[in-house]
C-alpha cells in the first residue's frame, strides 16, 4: 500500500487520514503550528479553556457514518442543543429562544408575526426541498469536470430554478413581514461566511437542517474534544505526527509531486501527497500557478474576516445562554457594509459564546470562558488593525449594557485575534474566515478542484475545495478526497 502525506491537520486533513489508514495506507501528517485541528482548535491561558473556532456543529449522522466507515467509535460525546441559540435585539430586553419546538418557538413571535407558525412550516417546507434535491448533486459526489457538474445540475427539479436568483434575504422576506422575524431567519446565513444579501437563497436550506433535520449539538469538553480523540484514533492507527513544520517548497518530477520542503529545507516524499491547507492558497503561494496568481487571487469571492476574542472573567453569567447573537438596530445597513466599511462595527452584530455554561473544566470555579464572534472586513478591504482594542472594548461595553453587569473590570484574561492573527496563524488568504464564499461561481466544480490540475497524485481537502466550509462539509470533504486518493491507487 501507498504511503500517503497529509500536509495541515484540520478536520479534513484529519478525518481524511483516517479514512486512509483504515485502508491500510501508511500516513503522516505535516503540520505548520505546535499543534492539531487548524481552526478546529483551543486556546489555554490564565486557567480558561475556550473554542477558537467552531463552537457547535450540525448534521451530526455525517460524523457517526465516517466513524462507522472508520471501524472506530466516534472518539467524543456530542449533546443537541435546543434552544439552538438565542438571540437579542438592541434597546430591548427582549429574548428570543430559536427553540426547535416550532409550537414553542411561534409563541414568540405571536405579537410581531402573529401567523408566524404557518409561514415558518411554509419556508421550511421550501427549505428542505431545497435541500433534499441538491444535497446529493451538488455536495456529495465527486466531478471530473465543469460539464459533468452542469450535467448533474440540470438533474435538479426545475421548480427551485427562481430561488436562484435570489438572495438569502428576499427569500426571507417572501414569507416573513417584521423585520425580527426576517433577521433572525436570515442570521444562517453568516455561518456561510457571507451576509443574507449576499448569499444565495439556495442556501435557506440550511435552516431547515437547523430546525427539521438534524439541529446543532456540542461537544462535551469542548470542541476540540473532537481533534484530540481523532489524534488518538489515528495514533492507535500508526499515523505519524511532525508538528512545527510548515511548508515552503515543492520538487516535482514526471508529473508528479515528488517532495515538499520545510522552512528549515528537509524534504518529505510519499507515493501520495494531500493538502489540508487552503486549496487555492496553497496552489497560489506554494505551487505557483497562473491560475491562482496575486492578481486571479484578488478577484475571487472571499469569505468575511473575523474578528474573535477570549475573555476569563470572575463571576459567572447565569443571565446568558451558552450561544447567543447580539443585533444592532442597523442590521441591514451593517450587513450590507460589514466587507467594506469599518466604520459599521460602530453597532456590531456579534456572537458570544459562554463555553463554560456547561463544560465546568473550560473555567475556574465561579468564573466564566467567553468566545466572542464578529464578522468584519477581511484584508482586501481593512489591512490595518491598530484599532482592534478600541473595537474590542465598545463590544464589551455593548454586551455589559445588555446583559446588565460590567463585566470589563471582572476580566482576568483576555486574548484577541484579527484577520491579521487568522492570516498569519492559518494561512487564509487575506484573513478571510472561512476561505472562498459560497457565490453560485464557486459551489460544486466550480470550487478550487480537490485533484491537483498538474500532478496526479496530488489531492486537496477542506474548506475551499468541494463541498465547502464548515465542519460536517470537512467530513464529506475528506469522504471524496479518499475516493480520490483509493481510484488514484488502484490504477
Known amino acids: 500500500m501507498k504511503n500517503v502525506l497529509i500536509i495541515g491537520s484540520g478536520l479534513g486533513g484529519l478525518s ?57 467509535k466516534l472518539p467524543f460525546e456530542y449533546v443537541e442543543l435546543d434552544p439552538l441559540y438565542t438571540v437579542n435585539f438592541s434597546g430591548s430586553t427582549r429574548k428570543f429562544y430559536l427553540y426547535k419546538d416550532i409550537d414553542k418557538l411561534s ?17 421550511l417546507k421550501k427549505a428542505g426541498e431545497l435541500f433534499h434535491d441538491t444535497v446529493n448533486v451538488v455536495i456529495k459526489q465527486n466531478f471530473d469536470s465543469i460539464p459533468a457538474y452542469l450535467a448533474a445540475l440540470v438533474q435538479v427539479n426545475p421548480i427551485h430554478l427562481p430561488v436562484l436568483i435570489k438572495s438569502f434575504w428576499q427569500q426571507a422576506c417572501q414569507y416573513f413581514s417584521s423585520s425580527e422575524a426576517r433577521q433572525i431567519v436570515s442570521l444562517v446565513a453568516f455561518f456561510l461566511g457571507r451576509t443574507p444579501f449576499d448569499t444565495n437563497a439556495v442556501y435557506t436550506l440550511l435552516s431547515y437542517t437547523e430546525f427539521k433535520h438534524n439541529g446543532y449539538y456540542n461537544v462535551k469538553g469542548g470542541m476540540y474534544k473532537i481533534v484530540e480523540g481523532l489524534v488518538a484514533e489515528l495514533e492507535k492507527a500508526g499515523v505519524t505526527f511532525k508538528y512545527n513544520t510548515e511548508i515552503t517548497n515543492f520538487t516535482e518530477k514526471n508529473g508528479k509531486l515528488s517532495s515538499v520542503i520545510d522552512q528549515n529545507g528537509k524534504h518529505y516524499t510519499a507515493d501520495i501527497f494531500v ?10 503561494k506554494i505551487l505557483g500557478r497562473k491560475k491562482y496568481s496575486p492578481e486571479k487571487m484578488a478577484k475571487m469571492n472571499w ?15 447565569p443571565q446568558v445562554e451558552h450561544h447567543n447573537y447580539f443585533l444592532g438596530n442597523n442590521y441591514e445597513t451593517y450587513a450590507k457594509n460589514v466587507m467594506h466599511d469599518p466604520n459599521t462595527l460602530e453597532k456590531p452584530y456579534y456572537y458570544v459564546n459562554v463555553v463554560s455554561k456547561h463544560n465546568t473544566d473550560c473555567a475556574p470555579e465561579g468564573k466564566e470562558a467567553l468566545f466572542f464572534v464578529c464578522p468584519v472586513p477581511n484584508l482586501i478591504f ?45 494561512n487564509l ?27 496526479k497524485n496530488t489531492f486537496y481537502v477542506g474548506a475551499s475545495t468541494i463541498p465547502g466550509a464548515g465542519l460536517p462539509m ?5 469522504k471524496l478526497t479518499a475516493e480520490r486518493v483509493e481510484k488514484y491507487n488502484n490504477k
Not at 50 to 71: I, K, L, R, W
Not at 303 to 317: A, E, Q, R
Not at 474 to 478: D, M, P, Q, R
Open 16 to 72: 481524511t487520514a483516517m479514512r486512509l489508514a483504515s485502508k491500510g495506507f501508511k500516513v503522516e501528517i505535516l503540520e505548520k503550528t505546535a499543534k492539531a485541528g487548524g481552526r478546529l482548535n483551543k486556546i489555554e491561558k490564565d486557567g480558561f479553556t475556550f473554542d477558537v473556532g467552531p463552537s457547535f456543529f450540525s448534521m451530526s449522522y455525517e460524523f457517526e457514518e465516517f466513524a462507522n466507515e472508520c471501524n472506530i
Open 107 to 123: 409563541a414568540q413571535f405571536a405579537d410581531i408575526e402573529p401567523d408566524f407558525k404557518d409561514k415558518f412550516e411554509r419556508y
Open 275 to 284: 493538502v489540508n491547507a487552503d486549496a487555492a492558497w496553497f496552489r497560489s
Open 303 to 317: 469569505t468575511m474576516g473575523y474578528l474573535t476574542f477570549y475573555l476569563g472573567i470572575d463571576t459567572k453569567l
Open 382 to 426: 481593512k489591512d490595518q488593525w491598530n484599532d482592534r482594542d478600541k473595537i474590542v472594548d465598545s463590544i464589551i461595553d455593548d454586551f455589559s449594557n445588555r446583559i446588565g453587569k460590567d463585566i470589563k473590570p471582572l476580566i482576568i484574561s483576555r486574548t484577541v485575534l484579527t484577520p491579521i492573527e487568522w492570516q498569519n496563524e492559518y
Open 429 to 455: 488568504y487575506k484573513g478571510a474566515g472561512l476561505g472562498l464564499s459560497h457565490s453560485m461561481m464557486q459551489i460544486g466544480a466550480l470550487r478550487p478542484a480537490n485533484f491537483d490540475e498538474k500532478y
Open 474 to 478: 470537512a467530513i464529506i470533504s475528506s
